[in-house]
Nanobody
Framework: QGQLAESGGGSVQSGGSLRLSCAAS????????MAWFRQAPGKEREGVAA???????RYAESVKGRFTISQDNAKTTLYLQMNSLKPEDTSKYYC?????????????????????WGQGTQVTVSS
């Protein structure tokens, strides 16, 4: 059974940076498409960034130019570097793994089924 565990969340001031990590285990990480989602209280889950097994990346418009998704295949770890953080980035961030590739994953549409989800890590940005 696959597992994902996020870490690195916290509280920062507007303009600050954080790096989230997601440790994967129990499934062939290198063959999955990985993504970050976020969900704030009372709001729908939204896709933030995705990286496919061939290295193709995709970002939500709201984070493009500020966030960078990357992965260390040897360590089966996914990262999200978040710079120039804004109060509207405040949310719980989740990593997810999808067996299917291409637009299924890169579209960042939460309607598509991702096979594994982490428990989430809270990011709070104060103004």
């Amino acid at each position: 059974q696959g597992q994902l565990a996020e870490s690195g969340g916290g509280s920062v001031q507007s303009g600050g940076s954080l790096r989230l990590s997601c440790a994967a285990s129990g499934f062939p990480y290198n063959t999955y498409c990985m993504a970050w989602f976020r969900q704030a209280p009372g709001k729908e889950r939204e896709g933030v960034a995705a990286i496919d097994s061939d290295g193709t990346t995709r970002y939500a418009e709201s984070v493009k130019g500020r966030f960078t998704i990357s992965q260390d295949n040897a360590k089966t770890t996914l990262y999200l570097q978040m710079n120039s953080l804004k109060p509207e980035d405040t949310s719980k961030y989740y990593c997810a793994a999808a067996y299917y590739h291409g637009e299924y994953c890169l579209s960042l549409d939460p309607v598509y089924e991702f096979n594994y989800w982490g428990q989430g890590t809270q990011v709070t940005v104060s103004s």
